[in-house]
């Protein structure tokens, strides 16, 4: 095989590795365990944080979603009692 022929093999490689990079990330696929909108078993709960949030749904299921990665043991009531909590302390620091 050629110097040429090897360089090219090798970009077609690279190419390709890259193509399935960028389709990993934009088939959106999540880590196991972490449910995408979880719901708590008390609606005020839900409230309560949207209301923090201005209505941000999308701000409450990531802060939601974090929650679940860092303690994945814990129902989804406390998860959504943690961000409450989390927020309230840091806006008062």
């Excluded at 990330?25 to 609606?43: A, L």
């Excluded at 709960?45 to 814990?74: C, F, H, M, V, W």
Aim: hydrophobic letters at 35%; charged letters at 25%; one cysteine or more.
């Amino acid at each position: 095989m050629t110097g040429a022929a090897i360089a090219i093999s090798l970009g077609c490689c690279l190419l390709l590795f890259a193509w399935l990079q960028r389709h990993h990330f934009r088939t959106g696929r999540r880590s196991k365990g972490v449910s995408r909108n979880i719901k708590p078993q008390h609606p005020q709960l839900e409230r309560k944080l949207l209301k923090l949030l201005g209505g941000n749904q999308s701000t409450a299921q990531r802060l939601i979603q974090q929650s679940q990665r860092r303690y994945p043991d814990k129902s989804a009531d406390w998860h959504w009692e943690k961000a409450i909590y989390d927020l309230e302390r840091d806006r008062w620091r």
